[in-house]
T-cell receptor, first 111, second 113 residues
């Protein structure tokens, strides 16, 4: 079993929909949780960073961490075609960059 | 402020050969991390360099080695290439080894035949 599980998709939704992306993990020591967006032929770009449990909001993006369930989510409101990309979750027990990554979910927003 | 750059963008090698990939970190960043991303997978941490010293290593064999130079640019060297080394190699730079923001380059796509 992988330490971090993420549904690879693809997830296809119409423009304007609310998107929910999720990861589960097995290591209870993880405290730092990140969501990255990766466009085709590009490196990952950090979207959201959360320490421990709780919610964090930034514009159309909301990240949630539920440590009791070992489950994290990223919500995208008012989704746009430009949001079409692969979304990767990553996490770490320490505040360094030795991250453990999910496999990524490919998201397609249809105009 | 320039971003993270990597060279070459694409590379084809044969099994058993050696390869060197290069990364120029973002201006002012002293930490570089290297990742391997196989097709359809998330990145896997290879190692990190901080102020020219290795500062952590993932589960990769010793034939994966690296260097960081005084200007904080970095190299990833892979010896005795295997077919499974075919992947996108990403480097990321950051101001320090800890914190939430590291910036990724576009990657080098390596194909081993």
């Amino acid at each position: 079993q992988k330490e971090v599980e993420q549904d690879p998709g693809p997830l296809s939704v119409p423009e304007g929909a609310i998107v929910s992306l999720n990861c589960t993990y097995s290591n209870s020591a993880f405290q730092y949780f990140m969501w990255y967006r990766q466009y085709s032929r590009k490196g990952p770009e950090l979207l959201m960073y959360t320490y421990s449990s709780g919610n964090k909001e930034d514009g159309r993006f909301t990240a949630q961490v539920d440590k009791s369930s070992k489950y994290i989510s990223l919500f995208i409101r008012d989704s746009q075609p430009s949001d079409s990309a692969t979304y990767l979750c990553a996490m770490s027990a320490n505040s360094n960059y030795q991250l453990i990554w999910g496999a990524g979910t490919k998201l397609i927003i249809k105009p | 402020e320039t971003g993270v750059t990597q060279s070459p963008t694409h590379l084809i090698k044969t099994r058993g050969q050696q390869v060197t990939l290069r990364c120029s970190s973002q201006s002012g960043h002293n930490t570089v991390s290297w990742y391997q991303q196989a097709l359809g997978q998330g990145p896997q941490f290879i190692f990190q360099y901080y102020r020219e010293e290795e500062n952590g290593r993932g589960n990769f064999p010793p034939r994966f080695s690296g260097l960081q130079f005084p200007n904080y640019s970095s190299e990833l060297n892979v010896n005795a290439l295997e077919l499974d080394d075919s992947a996108l190699y990403l480097c990321a730079s950051s101001l320090e080894p800890i914190g939430e923001t590291q910036y990724f380059g576009p990657g080098t796509r390596l194909l081993v035949l």
